[in-house]
């Protein structure tokens, strides 16, 4: 039901109406998140992560392949842009070899700081009705 809501003010654009015709009114606007990875390393891996209200999650069985650039998902709030630590709790890479997972990066506890933001309106507020995209940009030099 959550979701439904929120997608909802999504399709709406992100925008504060009132549309008294239709019986609806919104009284707060949401803000949207949507998170990328970027794969900038010499190697293909898959991502681990904790984010209980990600919606449309990518699948942890997907491989991020060499310089590949990847959704790993959107988040949304009323009357804020979520940050990556209102997302995910944890959030870890590896590899597979001989079927075992060899972690090979991790943010744990998420630091923002790390994330790169870009707002659809440079001039826009940290806050309210506006739609932001996150990337992670991940090196050779950040990997164990």
Same mark, same amino acid.
């Given at each position: ?7 909802? *003010? !999504?399709?709406?654009? *992100?925008? %504060? ?32 992560? #904790?984010?209980? !209200?990600?919606?449309?999650? !990518?699948?942890?069985?997907? #491989?991020?392949? $060499?310089?590949?650039? $990847? ?9 804020? !842009? ?8 944890? *959030?870890?890479?590896?590899?597979? #070899? ?17 994330? #790169? ?11 309210? %009705?506006?739609? $932001? ?12």
């Amino acid at each position: 039901m959550k979701n439904a809501i929120i997608y909802l *003010f !999504i399709i709406l654009g *992100f925008s %504060c109406k009132n549309r008294p015709e239709d019986g609806i009114v919104i009284e707060e606007c949401v803000g949207a998140s949507f998170y990328y990875l970027d794969n900038k390393t010499d190697q293909s891996f898959l991502i681990e992560f #904790v984010a209980p !209200i990600l919606n449309y999650q !990518i699948d942890s069985t997907t #491989v991020i392949n $060499v310089k590949q650039r $990847v959704l790993l998902g959107q988040d949304a709030i009323f009357g804020a !842009i979520p940050r990556p630590t209102d997302t995910f709790s944890n *959030f870890a890479i590896y590899t597979l #070899v001989n079927g075992r997972k060899n972690y090979i990066y991790r943010q744990n506890p998420l630091q923002d700081v790390l994330w #790169v933001k870009k707002k659809q309106n440079p001039k826009d507020p940290d806050y309210g %009705c506006q739609r $932001v995209d996150y990337t992670l940009t991940i090196t050779n030099d950040m990997l164990q």
